[in-house]
């Protein structure tokens, strides 16, 4: 129980300090926290990370294949689409667009398909597959989707040389430790450093934007709102019935259904990071969706358990 509230608590709680105090936030930001904690994350992933109680096999790989077309082709395609049919404004739009390209979440997702009963091995298969190859299909698929909404250019290659350099070498770093101890199992108590450098992420970032917040209006908010409802709930029910069609296990399909479906706050928050673009109102579309997501199927996971 407090594994599942720990990140919605924390992240609660860090926005209302970069209301409040944002002071501590901005110190954060301009010495290039944001950059050092994702680097942090993927370093403990990465030691986390065993493939202990899963068979690669054809079958393995085709649905991962599935997966990630799901998430990282897909995904981005339905918030281009989202943005135009609510007719959203170029930042709100950019914010909807680098959340629905990012990859699962880093632990959100393995935790919540435990909630529900379903197979946890495979969920850690996916998150950290999923993340590897969103390193590089990031850069050029945000890239194509952001000039679909308006005239943004980014830099592909830079943003694929950071992607690389926060997001693979660090998980490398802490896979290579996590062989070289020979442990068997690590420290559930891992994951609540992730959590905590999430929360951390978001405190930064929220502190950098605090005036944002004031400056939107309920009309702002319903439509962030209506449109991470859209993406998300799109989401569970393409992976929903695509489990289906494959004829899933129903744990299979809940490790599926979970980790597909969710995006990582993380790394849509080092993508914004490095654009230069004016990212207030964006920070706060990818706060509402991690938000939704986490609540969302957190309920929807518990009524699963039965299944």
């Given at each position: 129980?407090?594994?599942?509230?720990f990140l919605p608590v924390g992240l609660i709680l860090a926005i209302i300090a970069a209301l409040l105090l944002p002071a501590g936030g901005l110190f954060i930001s301009d010495y290039s926290?944001?950059?050092?904690?994702?680097?942090?994350?993927?370093?403990?992933?990465?030691?986390?990370?065993?493939?202990?109680?899963?068979?690669?096999?054809?079958?393995?790989?085709?649905?991962?294949?599935?997966?990630?077309?799901?998430?990282?082709?897909?995904?981005?395609?339905?918030?281009?689409?989202?943005?135009?049919?609510?007719?959203?404004?170029?930042?709100?739009?950019?914010?909807?667009?680098?959340?629905?390209?990012?990859?699962?979440?880093?632990?959100?997702?393995?935790?919540?398909?435990?909630?529900?009963?379903?197979?946890?091995?495979?969920?850690?298969?996916?998150?950290?597959?999923?993340?590897?190859?969103?390193?590089?299909?990031?850069?050029?698929?945000?890239?194509?989707?952001?000039?679909?909404?308006?005239?943004?250019?980014?830099?592909?290659?830079?943003?694929?040389?950071?992607?690389?350099?926060?997001?693979?070498?660090?998980?490398?770093?802490?896979?290579?430790?996590?062989?070289?101890?020979?442990?068997?199992?690590?420290?559930?108590?891992w994951s609540y450093i992730n959590s905590s450098c999430v929360v951390l992420i978001v405190y930064s970032s929220a502190s950098s934007s605090h005036e944002t917040f004031s400056r939107l209006?309920?009309?702002?908010?319903?439509?962030?709102?209506?449109?991470?409802?859209?993406?998300?709930?799109?989401?569970?029910?393409?992976?929903?019935?695509?489990?289906?069609?494959?004829?899933?296990?129903?744990?299979?399909?809940?490790?599926?259904?979970?980790?597909?479906?969710?995006?990582?706050?993380?790394?849509?928050?080092?993508?914004l990071a490095n654009i230069n673009f004016e990212t207030g109102s964006a920070i706060i579309v990818c706060l509402a969706f991690h938000f939704f997501q986490l609540f969302v199927d957190s309920?929807?996971?518990?009524?699963?358990?039965?299944?």
């Amino acid at each position: 129980m407090i594994k599942q509230i720990f990140l919605p608590v924390g992240l609660i709680l860090a926005i209302i300090a970069a209301l409040l105090l944002p002071a501590g936030g901005l110190f954060i930001s301009d010495y290039s926290g944001p950059k050092i904690i994702v680097f942090i994350i993927f370093l403990v992933s990465g030691y986390q990370t065993s493939s202990n109680g899963l068979t690669l096999n054809r079958r393995l790989f085709m649905l991962l294949f599935t997966c990630s077309c799901i998430s990282l082709l897909l995904g981005p395609f339905i918030g281009v689409l989202v943005s135009k049919v609510l007719t959203l404004s170029l930042p709100l739009t950019i914010g909807l667009i680098i959340i629905s390209t990012a990859p699962p979440t880093i632990s959100s997702g393995v935790v919540i398909t435990e909630v529900s009963k379903g197979n946890t091995v495979l969920a850690l298969f996916l998150t950290i597959a999923l993340n590897i190859i969103a390193i590089f299909t990031v850069p050029f698929v945000l890239a194509i989707s952001l000039q679909a909404a308006g005239d943004i250019d980014i830099d592909q290659t830079a943003l694929l040389l950071k992607m690389l350099y926060l997001v693979l070498l660090p998980f490398v770093i802490g896979k290579t430790i996590r062989n070289a101890s020979a442990k068997r199992k690590v420290s559930p108590l891992w994951s609540y450093i992730n959590s905590s450098c999430v929360v951390l992420i978001v405190y930064s970032s929220a502190s950098s934007s605090h005036e944002t917040f004031s400056r939107l209006t309920a009309t702002d908010y319903s439509l962030i709102f209506t449109a991470v409802a859209l993406v998300h709930i799109l989401l569970l029910v393409i992976n929903f019935l695509t489990g289906k069609r494959l004829k899933l296990s129903a744990a299979d399909s809940k490790a599926m259904l979970f980790v597909t479906s969710q995006k990582t706050l993380a790394v849509a928050l080092a993508v914004l990071a490095n654009i230069n673009f004016e990212t207030g109102s964006a920070i706060i579309v990818c706060l509402a969706f991690h938000f939704f997501q986490l609540f969302v199927d957190s309920v929807l996971a518990s009524f699963l358990q039965k299944k």
